[in-house]
Nanobody, 118 residues
């Protein structure tokens, strides 16, 4: 079972930046497409960014141009740099394998909370 531990969430003003980190256990991390998901209150969890094992990326339209996903396979870590944050980015952020249908169901962590004030 892969364990995923997210960190870096905080309270930030609109227009600010945060960098989230996700540390993964296990040697299979480097061969998998990883993603950052978020779940806002009263809403379903959504995939906002993914990165393939070779470094290819894709983003949800709502974060394109503002968020950047990256990974360090040597450290088994995936990052999400979030710039120009908006109140609608407020959510709990999680990492897991992507896309959602391939997520490790038993590996959802506690997530890290991002709150953007207006």
């Amino acid at each position: 079972q892969v364990q995923l531990v997210e960190s870096g969430g905080d309270l930030v003003q609109a227009g600010g930046s945060l960098r989230l980190s996700c540390a993964a256990s296990g040697s299979i991390f480097s061969i998998n497409t990883m993603g950052w998901y978020r779940q806002a209150p009263g809403r379903q969890r959504e995939l906002v960014a993914l990165i393939t094992s070779s470094g290819g990326t894709d983003y949800a339209d709502s974060v394109k141009g503002r968020f950047t996903i990256s990974r360090d396979n040597a450290k088994n870590t995936v990052y999400l740099q979030m710039n120009s944050l908006k109140p609608e980015d407020t959510a709990v952020y999680y990492c897991n394998r992507a896309p959602a249908l391939r997520a490790w169901s038993e590996s959802w962590g506690q997530g890290t909370r991002v709150t953007v004030s207006s």
